[in-house]
């Protein structure tokens, strides 16, 4: 029997993010997925090097691939509708559950086991991908203004407090480390 497991996923390229906001470059979420997945990665190796932390880099870039992936089923909710209330979020989470479980129920049975963990992300990474997932945003939110998108200053300054919120030193060290080039045209980067 042929699985449509992959050609799902594939669908993600598809599925576009920041529905509500006029964005000068639209971002799907494939390439919202990776992002994360370098950002987890960073997050993870700060963490442990300099925060005497011991997560697993690999782990961390695996939960943040498949962090999204319940919204090839339910499209990308925007933050203020999903984060409305308790009520909203709760409702929320079950969809996205179900959508999870029916996105695994496409592999082999013999895969599930697998691929199921990952869908998943265990308390010990979960502020890792968060901080990852808000950072991807803030990274957009910046880009954004730096095309002279002003739609999406308050989206920049509730992600920036979001994130310093977190408490999170490696995030921290990103932020003071590796963000501020995100401002930068490429020629200062490069120098």
Known sequence: MASSFFAMLGRMKHISRWGLMHSTRRENLSEHSLDVAYL????????NRRFGKQLDPGK????AIYHDCSEILTGDLP?????KNEA??????AVE???ASRLLGKLPREFREDFSPWFSVPEEYVPIIKAADKLSALIKCQEEKNSGNREFDRAWETTMASLRAMDLPEAEAFLEEFFPAYGQTLDEQAE
């Open 40 to 47: 987890a990665h960073a997050l993870t190796v700060l963490g």
């Open 60 to 63: 961390a870039v695996l939960y």
């Open 79 to 83: 933050t203020p509708v999903k984060y």
């Open 88 to 93: 909203l979020r709760s409702a929320y989470k």
């Open 97 to 99: 559950e179900e959508a």
